[in-house]
Nanobody, 120 residues
Framework: VQLQASGGGLVQAGGSLRLSCAASGRTFGSYSMGWFRQAPGKEREFVATHFRSGGSTYYTESVKGRFTISRDNVKNTVYLQMNSLKPEDTALYYC??????????????WGQGTLVTVSS
């Protein structure tokens, strides 16, 4: 599986961005898909996931109510809608695919990062 992320950019605090991650391969639906981020000087952290089975989602506490993850299994694409952005959301955002354990960082495939910068 190859993952291609896009949609990052510069936005003012309170603004919105939508990240997209297009996946190659026919097995997209068999993976849980997610987003991670890495801020300057910090470790990469889990942000959100859309589980492969059941369609449920899970978010890290700091983005609940502001970010929404969704997936389109026909287009092989996962999205991250980010609203009410804060300067602390500034980071390099990575999409990821995993068979299991995605919240714990057990990722099988990583996309390249897309940079999100939120100005105050």
């Amino acid at each position: 599986v190859q993952l291609q992320a896009s949609g990052g950019g510069l936005v003012q605090a309170g603004g919105s961005l939508r990240l997209s991650c297009a996946a190659s391969g026919r097995t997209f639906g068999s993976y849980s898909m997610g987003w991670f981020r890495q801020a300057p000087g910090k470790e990469r952290e889990f942000v959100a996931t859309h589980f492969r089975s059941g369609g449920s989602t899970y978010y890290t506490e700091s983005v609940k109510g502001r970010f929404t993850i969704s997936r389109d299994n026909v287009k092989n694409t996962v999205y991250l809608q980010m609203n009410s952005l804060k300067p602390e959301d500034t980071a390099l955002y990575y999409c990821a695919a995993a068979n299991q354990g995605i919240v714990a960082g057990m990722v099988d495939y990583w996309g390249q990062g897309t940079l999100v910068t939120v100005s105050s």
